[in-house]
């Protein structure tokens, strides 16, 4: 077991792929607060919306300063989600901006609920807090690109901290169909089930549903029992990108498949898509070691 | 085990504190992992991580970021109700408004809170959302009109920026869709319908008025 968890963890990793996830994680982050562009305005919101939203809510996630600092704040988030995607302080930059995240994410959802997952911060908040307390800096930085400089060899150091965002990453998938079977049982796989659900998202999500794929789809029971059978199936088998090379080649790109016909068919688009590439081997030095599976 | 958990709704703040502790704890224990990066502080660090993260989804009860990931998990209902809000111009004529002049707030969110929330509030209190609403339907007309983005939260990335987890119906593709004058009200409705109706007649839909402002 020891030797196991020793193999997975600690064995020597790239510093190169250690810092392009701090690169994607980052880059990711900044796009989801460039795409919020005032996101603290929520705050001038009628207090109506906030009625629901206790003092220890608030306390939860320290929102309890006013407008011009939260804005004067999140002004902040960009600056320093661009030093941890440039590699400029990175582990500084790279932790001032998940405490950031887990600051700001909320507001996008606290009138309602206090779990904004779903919204693309969850990982970018975790993943950059991980960075942060790792050597996510030694490569893949504009200083080391402008000094020309080789990064280091592989080591420890560099896996663990790749591994556990990884981890993060798969659990997204793995939960969303445990989620489904330990909430509604085997009836969610039924081809009525995604009927109904084609119909209701694009229903209420469409301005033209007949035209929809969705409602195309919808037609087809023997095709919806096929999508919630192979959807599942393949959620449930995702996390085994995480010991094997030949799952990774099969399920990354099935991954990005599944994201695009989620769009198309379920209305749903999934902010983290960039983040498969966390999975990518970035490092083709061949002092590299070779990875198992 | 999930509704055990639930069942404890009276808790609410003080787990909300606690939420707070248990994220504060997976920070602490990484800043540890940082200062001392030996296998043993690290290994703890990711072992809590693991269980927190885990535990959460295996039970379905939220901390986040440490979160159930929980996507389309119920089974489909076989009614569903949607918000719509209609702006009024000064000759009363009613025009649908595009949902995304709420932005930041996503549309769904705004809806289930309404859908939730509306019956708590006093006269005072639905004026005071009505103005609000009125207001943001006013500067998405003004926006679409002078050819400007709808969308706020597209002022800066455009059409490049990332979209809400479910899609926003993009209502308004055209200035023609609103008046050329300022909206001076607001209704607001709740669209009503069985899906399985609406899909053999898509006109098979009830309209139910929540308010109107002023």
Redesign the interface.
Request: proline share 8%; aromatic share 20%.
């Given at each position: 077991m020891s030797a196991a968890?020793?193999r997975f963890?600690?064995r020597p990793g790239s510093p190169v792929n250690l810092g392009a996830a701090r690169v994607l994680l980052a880059a990711v982050g900044l796009?989801?607060v460039?795409?919020?562009?005032?996101?603290p305005?929520?705050l001038a919101?009628?207090?109506?919306?906030w009625?629901?939203v206790?003092?220890?809510?608030r306390?939860?996630?320290l929102m309890v300063l006013p407008l011009g600092a939260e804005r004067a704040l999140y002004a902040l988030l960009h600056v320093t989600l661009l030093c941890a995607l440039l590699g400029l302080f990175p582990?500084v930059a790279s932790f001032a901006s998940g405490?950031l995240l887990?600051h700001f994410?909320?507001?996008?959802?606290v009138?309602?609920t206090?779990?904004?997952?779903?919204?693309?911060?969850?990982i970018p908040?975790?993943g950059l807090?991980?960075m942060?307390?790792?050597r996510s800096g030694d490569a893949v930085t504009l200083p080391g690109l402008w000094r020309r400089r080789a990064p280091p060899e592989a080591a420890?150091?560099y896996r663990?901290p790749l591994a556990?965002v990884q981890?993060?990453f798969c659990?997204?998938?793995?939960?969303?169909a445990?989620?489904?079977l330990?909430?509604?049982g085997w009836?969610?796989l039924e081809a009525?089930?995604?009927?109904?659900?084609l119909?209701?998202?694009n229903?209420?999500?469409?301005?033209d549903?007949?035209a929809s794929w969705g409602?195309a789809l919808?037609r087809h029971p023997a095709l919806c029992a096929l999508v919630a059978w192979v959807g599942i199936a393949g959620e449930f088998a995702f996390p085994l990108v995480l010991v094997s090379e030949r799952a990774r080649r099969l399920l990354l790109p099935l991954a990005a498949l599944f994201h695009v016909a989620n769009?198309l068919l379920?209305?749903?688009?999934?902010?983290n898509v960039w983040l498969l590439l966390l999975f990518v081997d970035w490092d083709r030095r061949p002092t590299t070691p070779p990875r198992p599976g | 085990m999930?509704e055990f958990l639930r069942g404890f709704k009276y808790l609410?703040?003080?787990v909300?504190?606690a939420?707070?502790g248990v994220?504060a704890l997976?920070?602490v224990l990484?800043?540890l992992?940082?200062r001392r990066?030996d296998?043993r502080a690290?290994?703890r660090?990711?072992l809590y991580?693991?269980a927190v993260?885990?535990a959460v989804?295996?039970v379905?009860v939220?901390s986040?970021?440490?979160?159930?990931?929980?996507?389309?998990?119920?089974?489909?209902?076989?009614r569903?109700v949607?918000l719509e809000l209609e702006g009024l111009d000064a000759g009363g004529r009613g025009f649908v408004v595009d949902l995304r002049v709420l932005?930041?707030?996503?549309p769904e969110?705004?809806a289930?809170?309404l859908k939730f929330?509306l019956p708590?509030?006093t006269p005072a209190?639905r004026a005071?959302?009505g103005r609000?609403l009125l207001q943001r339907a006013e500067e998405g007309r003004q926006r679409l009109v002078s050819g400007r983005r709808v969308a706020?939260?597209q002022?800066?990335?455009g059409p490049l920026?990332?979209?809400?987890?479910?899609?926003?119906?993009?209502?308004w593709t055209s200035a023609a869709q609103v008046p050329p004058t300022p909206f001076v009200g607001l209704r607001a409705w709740f669209l009503d319908?069985d899906?399985?109706e609406?899909?053999r007649d898509?006109a098979r839909v009830e309209r139910r008025l929540l308010f109107q402002y002023p």
């Open positions: 968890w020793d963890w600690h796009w989801m460039l795409s919020r562009p005032d996101l305005s929520l919101f009628p207090a109506e919306l009625m629901n206790t003092p220890e809510r306390l939860r996630f582990r405490l887990y994410a909320p507001f996008e959802t009138i309602r206090a779990n904004p997952y779903l919204r693309g911060f969850t908040c975790l807090l991980v942060a307390c790792a420890p150091a663990w556990l981890v993060f659990q997204i998938y793995f939960f969303a445990y989620s489904k330990f909430t509604t009836a969610w009525g089930n995604i009927r109904g659900h119909l209701v998202l229903q209420a999500l469409s301005a549903p007949v409602y919808a769009s379920f209305r749903i688009f999934f902010q | 999930t609410e703040p003080a909300d504190v939420r707070l994220f997976f920070v990484g800043l992992a940082a990066p296998s690290v290994n660090f990711i991580a693991l993260s885990c989804g295996l379905q939220e986040w970021p440490f979160t159930t990931w929980a996507l389309v998990n119920h089974g489909a209902p076989q569903i949607s932005q930041p707030l996503a969110e705004f289930t809170w929330n708590r509030l209190a005071s959302l609000f706020p939260n002022w800066l990335l920026d990332a979209p809400y987890h479910f899609h926003d119906a993009k209502t319908w899906v399985e609406r899909f898509p």
